[in-house]
């Protein structure tokens, strides 16, 4: 048996409801490192093919009141409480980073090599706040798939919302998740050879 606490810790961490989490957020140095650990990711290229939004105080009210305002224009009646809800979803937390994917024109490198690089910045942003004990999560909703949520963000055309990493204190200890079992989802050797090869 192989174990060290980084495999101990990515074993066994826990997202936090964004809903469950309350003040305080990482400190500017604590913010610093998981920026830091986020934006080492593999990168194929070195394209950095995404850009990182933190947002913190009355960014959240703004870029929450921009996305309410957008997805409730859709709709012939508003509704006054799901517009509230909608205005406050950044106010969960008191620190979001929002992660756009800035996929560029590339002769070789594909643009789904970049959208997945941006995934890996979303994750290493859930697990090194995770590992400095913060509570986290990553979080779409609908407001990630308006386009004037994106231009708010900095967003260009072609730009995509990888996810929203909410960053606070757990108010509450997250119960476990069913977990895929391995044998559901792993294969050892190519799945349509029975000898396993
Ligand atoms: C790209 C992406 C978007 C997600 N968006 C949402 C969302 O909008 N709402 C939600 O409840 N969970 C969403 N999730 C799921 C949660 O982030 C997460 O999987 C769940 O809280 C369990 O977290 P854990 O496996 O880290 O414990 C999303 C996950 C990913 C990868």
């Given at each position: 048996m192989v174990a060290n606490s980084t495999l101990e810790f990515l074993k066994t961490r826990r997202s936090v409801?964004?809903?469950?989490?309350?003040?305080?957020?990482?400190?500017?140095?604590?913010?610093?490192?998981?920026?830091s650990a986020a934006t080492r990711v593999p990168d194929h290229g070195k394209l950095a093919p995404w850009r990182l939004v933190v947002l913190q105080d009355e960014a959240r009210t703004?870029?929450?009141?921009?996305?309410?305002?957008?997805?409730?224009?859709?709709?012939d009646e508003k509704r006054v409480d799901a517009y509230a809800t909608s205005a406050a979803q950044f106010l969960r937390a008191p620190c979001v980073i929002a992660v756009l994917a800035c996929p560029k024109?590339?002769?070789?490198?594909?643009?789904?090599?970049m959208i997945l690089s941006a995934g890996a910045v979303?994750?290493?942003?859930?697990?090194?706040?995770?590992?400095?004990?913060?509570?986290?999560?990553?979080?779409?909703?609908?407001?990630?798939?308006?386009?004037?949520?994106?231009?708010?963000l900095g967003g260009q055309s072609g730009d995509e919302i990888a996810g929203f990493i909410y960053i606070g204190t757990p108010a509450q200890a997250p119960s476990e998740r069913a977990r895929p079992a391995l044998d559901d989802v792993v294969h050892f050797g190519l799945p349509n050879l029975s000898s396993g090869q």
């Open positions: 409801l964004a809903r469950n989490m309350t003040e305080p957020g990482p400190s500017a140095d604590g913010l610093r490192d998981i920026l703004s870029l929450g009141q921009i996305g309410a305002d957008a997805l409730f224009a859709k709709e024109t590339h002769p070789k490198i594909p643009r789904s090599e979303c994750m290493t942003l859930l697990t090194a706040a995770q590992s400095l004990g913060f509570a986290a999560q990553w979080l779409t909703g609908d407001v990630a798939y308006e386009p004037a949520v994106l231009k708010a």
